[in-house]
């Protein structure tokens, strides 16, 4: 009788094809990082260098973006994903932290 366990799907070393999407992805998900750090910073202290941080990590996360597209489209028989290039702060995601309310 054998056992399954959830881990058994995660068994299995990644192949080559999926670490060389992951590689692609790699520059994109440090910029969008950047973005939200700079967010981050940016709700704690909106001073004129954050502010200028948040410029730089936006346009950075830009440049990630199309030079992803770039080398993605070169590449006649790419394993990379396909990056669509949108607003900047598209794949930002936007965090809301509201006061608990009591409730009686």
């Given amino acids: 009788m054998s056992t399954y366990t959830a881990l058994a799907a995660f068994d299995d070393e990644p192949t080559p094809s999926e670490l060389a999407a992951i590689a692609a ?12 750090d700079a967010e981050c910073a940016l709700a704690m202290s909106p001073d004129e260098v954050t502010i ?5 990590a936006v346009v950075a996360l830009g440049v990630a973006l199309r030079t992803a597209v770039e ?9 990379a994903p396909t990056f669509v290039v949108g607003s900047p ?9 509201r006061p608990a309310t009591r409730t009686a």
């Fill in 71 to 79: 080398t993605s489209t070169n590449r006649a028989t790419s394993t």
């Fill in 89 to 97: 702060l598209s794949t930002a995601r936007r965090v809301v932290i």
């Fill in 52 to 56: 200028r941080r948040h410029r730089r």
């Fill in 25 to 36: 992805e790699e520059p994109v998900i440090a910029a969008e990082v950047a973005v939200v």
